[in-house]
């Protein structure tokens, strides 16, 4: 392996007489001393403008008669108002000196910083639209920078010398200007991935003829083929030979079975899952003593959602090797218990009507199939009845729909004087007992 990091001597010579000789030609002379001393002036005069101009638009931005189109632009411009009259003063500065028939040379500067300026402004604006303001700011200044070494006509000494800077690793050079192709293409591809397979996986979702379970399984395959072509071309597009990394591929695929055997494993079992349909989203089920409704699926687990409002976070192996109760495979109807005690002292004929009744005012309840009442025993303190309804909507809970049926059938019972059993116990006195002391001990 050769390296070449370093650029040889007279390479660095060359580059730094092109970089004086720019200098000489475009800076060293006294109509740009004197453009520069006029910029100077500007820029804080532009920053102060900017300063008073920034409450009023924020006022007209706050406005109800602005138009929505307009508010947006305004939110985005903001920040970037001082540039903007910067720039507006280069472009006035500029439209007096061509009327003015300056040369070239004694507008060079001013026309040099407004297309910087410019670029500036419009690649912000462009950038406003990413969401993380890091990777806005990383973006906006990398982009810029291209575009201000163009404009200053150092784009092409700027790859010369990143280009010099290489490593020979196996017959393949790999040099500094590479790389930064590689990752720019690698990060717009891998973007544009993720946005086209996030876009196909909505229209997946609003096919209303495929299942939740089908939906989600093509939005993932769709994402990972998507991401995985973009690593592909990203690798092609640099010149770097996919057949290179054949046997470090096999390799590390090993590696990386043995290693994440887990993982693997909890991705395989999320593919089987959205393949037979035994699990979907939607669904209520319970595992491992944890009730709630799937919200989702993931590469790795599944997302469980309680009654107590909590998310967990279930590994997709544990719905292949545990006992999983779903409540919602075939229809989402389920069947509810709730057990009653009637006083020996009432009509369990009248109790039976009663909770029928009280039943069937429930909302939640469903009419077919019926409510229904049984007596399930005779006990020590009542008569044990079992009020059993079916409800459709288990993910709204089971608990809140025993709590209202027993409190309106405790209202019926109160309204029709149906007594609640209590414990009852009788104490048989058999008659008075004789007592005898015991005989008083002497003392030694």
């Not at 001393?33 to 910029?39: D, V």
């Not at 059993?421 to 015991?438: M, N, S, T, Y």
Request: one cysteine or more; hydrophobic letters at 50%.
């Amino acid at each position: 392996m050769e390296s070449h990091l370093i650029p040889d001597i007279q390479e660095v010579e060359h580059w730094v007489t092109q970089v004086i000789e720019w200098l000489s030609q475009n800076l060293l002379s006294w109509p740009v001393i004197l453009q520069l001393a006029f910029l100077l002036f500007l820029f804080p005069l532009s920053r102060y403008l900017g300063k008073k101009t920034r409450p009023v638009a924020s006022e007209w931005k706050k406005r109800s008669r602005t138009p929505e189109f307009l508010k947006a632009i305004l939110t985005n411009l903001l920040p970037m108002i001082p540039w903007v009259i910067f720039l507006l003063m280069l472009w006035v500065t500029l439209g007096g000196l061509f009327q003015l028939e300056v040369p070239v040379r004694g507008r060079f500067l001013i026309n040099t910083v407004a297309s910087l300026t410019l670029a500036w402004v419009v690649i912000n604006l462009t950038t406003s639209l990413i969401t993380s303001r890091v990777v806005a700011k990383l973006v906006t200044l990398f982009i810029w920078s291209i575009a201000a070494l163009n404009i200053l006509g150092l784009l092409n000494l700027a790859q010369e010398i990143l280009d010099a800077a290489a490593l020979d690793v196996g017959g393949l050079r790999i040099s500094i200007l590479m790389v930064l192709k590689g990752v720019i293409s690698l990060a717009v591809l891998l973007w544009a991935a993720v946005a086209f397979s996030s876009l196909l996986e909505r229209r997946v979702k609003a096919v209303p003829e495929l299942t939740p379970s089908v939906q989600v399984l093509l939005g993932k395959l769709l994402k990972v083929t998507l991401i995985g072509l973009a690593v592909i071309i990203g690798l092609k597009t640099v010149g770097i030979d996919l057949s290179a990394f054949a046997l470090f591929g096999g390799a590390l695929g090993v590696g990386i079975g043995f290693g994440l055997q887990k993982v693997i494993s909890n991705l395989v079992s999320g593919i089987i899952l959205l393949m037979d349909k035994s699990i979907k989203p939607g669904d209520v089920i319970a595992v491992n003593q944890t009730y709630g409704w799937v919200k989702s699926f993931g590469a790795r687990y599944a997302s469980v959602i309680t009654r107590d409002g909590i998310e967990h976070l279930i590994p997709n192996e544990e719905f292949i090797t545990q006992r999983v109760e779903n409540w919602s495979y075939t229809n989402s109807w389920v069947r509810v218990r709730v057990p009653i005690g009637v006083s020996y002292n009432s009509d369990p004929h009248k109790a039976i009507e009663l909770c029928i009744e009280a039943a069937s005012e429930n909302k939640r309840i469903m009419d077919e199939p019926q409510a229904n009442c049984l007596v399930t025993g005779f006990g020590d303190n009542s008569v044990n009845l079992e009020v059993r309804i079916w409800i459709a909507d288990p993910q709204n809970g089971i608990g809140n729909i025993k709590s209202a049926l027993m409190l309106a059938i405790w209202d019926k019972f109160k309204e029709e004087g149906v007594e609640f059993p209590f414990p009852q116990r009788d104490l048989h006195i058999k008659g008075p007992i004789e007592v005898i002391p015991a005989p008083e001990t002497m003392a030694p």
